[in-house]
């Protein structure tokens, strides 16, 4: 028996954030989460899906002749096998991102693969969940994501960023307007205000077309 996912989807699109943002991107998409964040977007990840195998997947993505590889879910490292799967990805030579709520351990992933861990704010109600640990793990390849709900998420966001380090630590921090809960206007300013060394980022995929499965 082959190494299998559950995948939710693969689908080609531009990247809608982080460091690559505007760069064409495949997506593949790993069906299921521990974590609900009030905001998610992408709860039609968390059941369903296909069993699929590793060869299939890559085939699928190889179709695509992409650049730039992003897996995402769900929770992509609640699967034992995305592990390989990233490793796969990279061997074939693209340039690999990994969405994680880093919940989970990051330390087993390929060091090619720039790991964008979203810290969970207060906001999300799942803080709970931060392991970390992970932040001890991170290189200049990585980047760090703040999805922020309000202004006490704001406030707790720069608590964290001095406290860890995290603009020296990792290559990139994000802050990122929950969408719709906060105006992204209101966060940029405050960035400017505070003079912030951190990257404000909004999801174009959703300004493009708006909040369409598979875009
Ligand atoms: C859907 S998650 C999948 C990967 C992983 N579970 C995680 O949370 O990082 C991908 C990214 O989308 C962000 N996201 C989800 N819903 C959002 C929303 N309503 N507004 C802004 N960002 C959101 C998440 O915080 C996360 O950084
Ligand atoms: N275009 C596009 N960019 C994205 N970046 C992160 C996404 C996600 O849902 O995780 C996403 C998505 O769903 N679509
Ligand atoms: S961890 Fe990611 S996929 Fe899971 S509920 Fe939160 S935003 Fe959604
Ligand atoms: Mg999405």
Same mark, same amino acid.
């Given at each position: ?59 699928? $993505? ?11 879910? /769900? @929770?992509? +490292?609640?699967? %034992? ?76 966001? $720069? ?11 990792? /290559? @990139?921090? +994000?802050?990122? %307007? ?38």
């Amino acid at each position: 028996m082959q190494d299998t996912l559950r995948i939710t989807e693969v689908f080609y699109s531009l990247q809608g954030e982080t460091r690559t943002a505007g760069l064409p991107t495949v997506f593949v998409r790993l069906t299921g989460c521990p974590l609900r964040c009030q905001y998610c977007d992408s709860a039609y990840a968390f059941s369903g899906g296909t069993l699929r195998t590793l060869d299939s997947i890559m085939e699928q $993505v190889a179709g695509f002749k992409p650049r730039y590889v992003c897996v995402t879910g /769900g @929770e992509p +490292l609640a699967q %034992p096998n995305a592990l390989p799967l990233l490793q796969q990805l990279c061997d074939a030579g693209y340039e690999v991102s990994l969405e994680t709520s880093g919940a989970l351990d990051i330390s087993g992933t390929d060091t090619r693969v720039s790991r964008v861990v979203d810290l969970k704010t207060p906001g999300s109600e799942e803080s709970h969940r931060n392991r970390y640990e992970n932040i001890e793990h991170l290189t200049r390849n990585d980047q760090v994501k703040f999805v922020i709900c309000s202004r006490e998420d704001y406030d707790w966001a $720069v608590s964290k960023l001095i406290q860890y380090n995290l603009a020296e630590r990792s /290559g @990139e921090v +994000l802050f990122s %307007p929950s969408h719709h809960q906060v105006r992204a206007s209101d966060l940029a300013d405050w960035i400017i205000a505070d003079n912030l060394p951190v990257r404000f980022q909004l999801q174009l995929h959703k300004l493009l077309w708006n909040d369409e499965p598979g875009r």
